[in-house]
């Protein structure tokens, strides 16, 4: 009966697609980030400055609308290079290739800000599900489940010491008006985050900034426990 209701409520969509986001891709990816940067860093010291943004910036648009092309999205936003690939012998593939991109973001100044940064692949299957007549997504139940898949993530990934430090969710709601340089703003903010947090700890400090940005507490949506996502088991069921 359980079972159903959450079928019936597709409170399983989100949560199955947050676990196979961490387990079959960020949980690969996120431990190995650092040492990708540090390489990077050394040959080209200047670009990344700032030890904070040596991490993947995971872009979540409770939306859903995933751009492929970045600078497309935003001519703020220009792709400079790939970091140094990850190549992994998985699920029958050899030698599957994971690498992550480099990109300058343009702020009000015309000053370059470099980091890593993508938008969080699974949404693009909760954007397809509601525009499939077989899924029955409506828009309000695929912001729900955007929403739903970033808390989970979120709280996948405070639970995962393999990957702390070592990522920066960016949920945002899109402005009702286009608004051009939307994302690259929306980038900066969190760039500015970092650069403050790093010096705050060069200097001794406790940041009490408030944020802008989105957190969980902001997306206004009601979980109970026994929906929050829950540790693997490892005895074997």
Known sequence: EMSEMSERSKQN?????????????LKIVLPRMKKSMEEFCRVNPNLLACSKTWKLHILIPLSC??????????????????????TLARAGT?????????????????????CAVEYATPLQS??????DECAAFSREERLDQAKLFYRTLEEILKGSKECADAYRLIAYEEPEEAESHFLSRE?????????????????GNHLHTPSTALDSEELNLQISVSDLPQPLRTDGF
């Open 13 to 25: 969509v989100a949560h199955g697609l947050a676990w196979s986001y961490y387990v079959g891709y």
């Open 65 to 86: 609308d995933v751009c492929d092309d970045l600078d497309k999205a935003d001519s703020n936003i220009q792709y400079v290079t790939d970091l140094t690939e990850t």
């Open 94 to 114: 050899k030698k599957r290739v994971y690498k992550h991109s480099l990109y300058a973001i343009r702020d009000e100044e015309n000053q370059l800000w470099h």
């Open 126 to 131: 909760l954007y397809a599900m509601s525009q």
């Open 187 to 203: 980038i900066m903010w969190h760039l500015r985050q970092e650069h403050h947090e790093e010096m705050a700890i060069l200097e």
